[in-house]
T-cell receptor
Framework: DGGITQSPKYLFRKEGQNVTLSCEQN?????MYWYRQDPGQGLRLIYY???????QKGDIAEGYSVSREKKESFPLTVTSAQKNPTAFYLC???????????FGPGTRLTVT | SQQGEEDPQALSIQEGENATMNCSYK?????LQWYRQNSGRGLVHLILIRSNEREKHSGRLRVTLDTSKKSSSLLITASRAADTASYFC????????????????FGKGTLLTVNP
């Protein structure tokens, strides 16, 4: 099965702890993206990567960090510096030929 | 920054009726895309229309694009209860050099409810 996987589906953390969300794709896509979605809202871009070992900040990168050591993987770390981390996080990927994005199922993070 | 803005924010119709959602944007684009999201799930790509296209069809979906008005519409014909979802438009802004930076800008979506 080709696609994007995100794990876990639900994640609970205490305030002040860093947490890493996983995103893996086997679509051979070069570009990968992380979005945040709050209730009733659209998607806001956190970070994106167009090639291995390179990534750029999106519109709301503060309090987040990423790495892109492998083409297939683009993990997102939500650090304790993120003021309001509770949200639904979506990972996506796309190829150079077409920027149609393929999305994972999302991770719902709750920080208390 | 939010480029696409969908209208209406919510739409409730009966099964069999047509549903029309609109999207407005602010800058020049390479293409505009529509996505669907079922509650609590990831987004699914529906259709892409390029800036030099005016209309595109895919099954029960019809998308139009008016670049002079910077607007697009998504029509779902003969709607079904299974079409209940949020629908988002996303734009691929054209860079100063006329290309793409491969980032999409999403609107806040239209929540469509199709009643059986």
């Amino acid at each position: 099965d080709g696609g994007i996987t995100q794990s876990p589906k639900y994640l609970f953390r205490k305030e002040g702890q860093n947490v890493t969300l996983s995103c893996e794709q086997n679509l051979n896509h070069d570009a990968m993206y992380w979005y945040r979605q709050d209730p009733g809202q659209g998607l806001r871009l956190i970070y994106y990567s167009q090639i291995v070992n390179d990534f750029q900040k999106g519109d709301i990168a503060e309090g987040y960090s990423v790495s892109r050591e492998k083409k297939e993987s683009f993990p997102l770390t939500v650090t304790s510096a993120q003021k309001n981390p509770t949200a639904f996080y979506l990972c996506a990927s796309s190829s150079w030929q077409s920027n149609e994005q393929y999305f994972g199922p999302g991770t719902r993070l709750t920080v208390t | 920054s939010q480029q696409g803005e969908e209208d209406p924010q919510a739409l409730s119709i009966q099964e069999g009726e047509n549903a029309t959602m609109n999207c407005s944007y602010k800058t020049s684009i390479n293409n505009l895309q529509w996505y669907r999201q079922n509650s609590g799930r990831g987004l699914v790509h529906l259709i892409l229309i390029r800036s030099n296209e005016r209309e595109k069809h895919s099954g029960r979906l019809r998308v139009t694009l008016d670049t002079s008005k910077k607007s697009s519409s998504l029509l779902i014909t003969a709607s079904r209860a299974a079409d209940t979802a949020s629908y988002f438009c996303a734009t691929d802004p054209r860079t100063n050099s006329g290309g793409s930076n491969y980032k999409l800008t999403f609107g806040k979506g239209t929540l469509l409810t199709v009643n059986p």
